[in-house]
């Protein structure tokens, strides 16, 4: 059973160009969860998604981010016009939610983002 | 006042020391606590869940006291390997549904030497 997958596992962008960041939950998990790491900081939530349906953005910030996960293929970020201190590590996880508490999320190994 | 709050360390301690790490949160709302371990900022991994009546795994022991908000980890007889960074987290509740939105405190960095 393959873990969370996401790639590119770097990605190396200018500032103005855009940024995809993709994640692909393990098997049977629906709920897929964004979270990004500053450096020299702890992560934080940006995003909980099911599928076709935003159910959380609370933590994205309100411009030039966006995410989805359709209902065939991967959960998608998508962060437009890139900034330096857009980079970060961005980390995908995932979870099966069969009940009305916190299960257990699964953490993919992360996108590193470069801005230059 | 972040919602939850580590002591960043760094722990530095001998083989087979015991060392504990302790966690505060402010959300009395938080149903759900855990501690996760990362290596090199790489992903997160769930070392274990931590519920009231305390629990054990292995080396491991982890404490939730709710009256004082505050979550502990012990590790006993540490090895080079546990050599990391230890993350406390809880989740945020909105209302009385649960998002599913995982707080995490910056990190506590434990180095084992030999």
């Known amino acids: 059973n393959a873990g969370v997958m996401q790639n590119p596992r770097h990605l190396v962008r200018r500032r103005g160009q855009e940024a995809r960041l993709r994640c692909s939950p393990m098997?049977?998990?629906?709920?897929v969860y964004w979270y990004r790491q500053l450096p020299e900081e702890g992560l934080k939530f940006m995003v909980y998604?099911?599928?076709?349906?935003?159910?959380?953005e609370s933590g994205m910030p309100k411009e030039r981010f966006s995410a989805e996960f359709p209902k065939e293929g991967p959960s998608i970020l998508r962060i437009q016009q890139v900034v330096r201190g857009d980079s970060a590590a961005y980390f995908c996880?995932?979870?099966?939610?069969?009940?009305?508490?916190?299960?257990?999320?699964?953490f993919g190994p992360g996108t590193r983002l470069t801005v230059l | 006042r972040k919602e939850v709050e580590q002591d960043p360390g760094p722990f530095n301690v001998p083989e087979g020391a015991t060392v504990a790490f302790n966690c505060t949160y402010s959300?009395?709302?938080?149903?759900?606590f855990f501690w996760y371990r990362q290596d090199c900022r790489k992903e997160p991994k769930l070392l274990m869940s931590?519920?009231?009546s305390g629990n054990e795994d292995g080396r491991f022991t982890a404490q939730l006291n709710r009256a004082s908000q505050y979550i502990s980890l012990l590790i006993r007889d540490s090895k080079l390997s546990d050599s990391a960074t230890y993350l406390c987290?809880?989740?945020?509740?909105?209302?009385?549904?649960?998002?599913?939105?995982?707080?995490f405190g910056q990190g506590t960095t434990l180095q084992v030497k030999p």
């Open positions: 996880a995932s979870s099966i939610r069969t009940s009305g508490f916190t299960d257990t999320q699964y």
């Open positions: 098997k049977g998990h629906s709920h």
């Open positions: 998604l099911q599928k076709e349906n935003i159910i959380d």
């Open positions: 959300n009395s709302a938080s149903q759900s």
């Open positions: 931590v519920y009231s």
């Open positions: 987290v809880v989740n945020r509740l909105v209302g009385s549904s649960n998002t599913g939105k995982l707080i």
